[in-house]
Structure formats: structure tokens, C-alpha cells
């Protein structure tokens, strides 16, 4: 069987396979570590888990900017059969794809506070970092619960479902 690095009208190409899952282990990786903040273990200090947390989102960045280009340059492959969730599948993934840039959003308005601490404002400032940094947790819960739903709905998917293209984001287009 020939290995097709680019995606076929029904079904994933290497590429996007490598960039899916290279992504859901980022993100993943993003998720616990960002739980652990707040709950350090006895190995890693809170702010050995803060600079865990914030490199791997700094590495996720280029390899999401390389998933929608890669994305926009494909297309999309449509299931071989039509699906009832089709449109709201796809709704989904862009719901979280949002809830991923606001997350990232809320980051950059927390490290924007740390500007401020250089030069001592008031505590107006201080009220507000914390606003922001609840923030920033709201949205991770939520990205925990969208994901969640995401294995949960993939999962039924390659369980329940008769045809091969319910397996397509966990293995290579079959040649036979």
C-alpha cells in the first residue's frame, strides 16, 4: 500500500493525520498542565508548571497556523455517506477552534498584567488580572468539556458506525 501524504475526496492523507493528532497531544498536554497550576505536585513547583504550560502553548501555535493552512490548501474530505451531524460536526470544530483562540486571547490579556507590575500601578489593576485570569480558567473548563464531547462523539463514532469512514482520523486510507 502507497502511503498518500495529501487527503482524497473521502479520507485523510498522512499529512493531515500527523497534524491532528500532533495537535489533540499539544492541546491535551495544555489542558493538564493548565490544572496543575493550581494543584502542584510535590515534583514541580506551581511556577515549573506555568513555564510547562506556556511553552507547549507557545509550540502549539505554528503547528495550528500549519493545520488551517494545510486545511485551506485540501479542503475538506466529506464522509462517503451523507450524516444527519454533518453541519453540526462542523460547527462544532469551529466552536472549538474559537474556544482554542479565545484561550489564547485570555493568555495574552494575563501576561499583558505583568507589564503593569513592572511599573506598580494600583490595585484597580491587580482586581483586574484576577477577572482575567478567571477568565482564562472558564475558558479552559470549557475547552474541557468541548473536548471531552469531541472523544466522546468520535469515540461512538468508531465504535457504532458500519462504515470504514467513521475510522478515518485514526488510520490511512485502505488501497483494496
Same mark, same amino acid.
Given at each position: ?12 492523507? +498522512? ?6 493528532? /500532533?495537535? $489533540? *497531544?499539544? #492541546?491535551?498536554? =495544555?489542558?493538564?498542565?493548565? !490544572? ?13 508548571? +506555568? ?6 502553548? /507557545?509550540? $502549539? *501555535?505554528? #503547528?495550528?497556523? =500549519?493545520?488551517?493552512?494545510? !486545511? ?105
Amino acid at each position: 500500500m502507497a502511503v498518500s501524504y495529501k487527503d482524497h475526496p473521502h479520507d485523510f492523507g +498522512l499529512i493531515s493525520l500527523i497534524l491532528h493528532w /500532533l495537535n $489533540a *497531544i499539544l #492541546i491535551l498536554m =495544555i489542558c493538564f498542565s493548565g !490544572r496543575q497550576i493550581q494543584n502542584p505536585t510535590s515534583t514541580l513547583t506551581q511556577a515549573e508548571v +506555568l513555564a510547562v504550560h506556556t511553552n507547549v502553548a /507557545l509550540l $502549539a *501555535i505554528p #503547528i495550528i497556523i =500549519i493545520r488551517i493552512i494545510w !486545511r485551506t490548501y485540501q479542503g475538506y474530505p466529506m464522509p462517503k455517506q451523507t450524516n444527519k451531524y454533518r453541519k453540526s460536526i462542523k460547527f462544532y470544530n469551529y466552536f472549538l477552534f474559537f474556544l482554542i483562540v479565545a484561550s489564547y486571547l485570555s493568555a495574552l490579556y494575563i501576561t499583558s498584567f505583568n507589564l503593569f507590575e513592572i511599573i506598580k500601578i494600583d490595585e484597580a489593576i491587580l482586581s483586574n488580572e484576577t477577572k482575567a485570569l478567571s477568565m482564562h480558567q472558564f475558558i479552559g473548563i470549557a475547552i474541557y468539556f468541548a473536548l471531552l464531547i469531541h472523544i466522546l462523539g468520535a469515540s461512538k463514532q468508531i465504535l457504532m458506525s458500519k462504515g470504514s469512514y467513521s475510522k478515518r482520523m485514526i488510520s490511512l486510507r485502505d488501497e483494496n
